[in-house]
């Protein structure tokens, strides 16, 4: 798990295995003590993290996944 800051440093972005699905990392938002936590990707295909997580404005996340043409 390799976490980004979102740009105001409120949130965490993540990817891993949270909601116990050991085959399929997912990438989440959280705050920083770990409540709060949301899946964004969730999809039967893998996401993980790529690059910085977040885009300056915060608007976007950055991730790679499995899914074919994505």
């Known amino acids: 798990m390799f976490p980004a800051w979102s740009p105001d440093n409120s949130q965490l972005v993540v990817a891993g295995d949270r909601d116990g699905d050991l085959e399929v990392s997912k990438v989440y938002l959280m705050n920083p003590d770990g409540t709060g936590q949301g899946n964004l990707t969730n999809h039967p295909e893998g996401d993980w993290m790529y ?6 404005d915060g608007m976007r996340i950055v991730f790679g996944s499995s899914r074919d043409g994505n």
């Open 51 to 56: 690059g910085q997580g977040c885009s300056p």
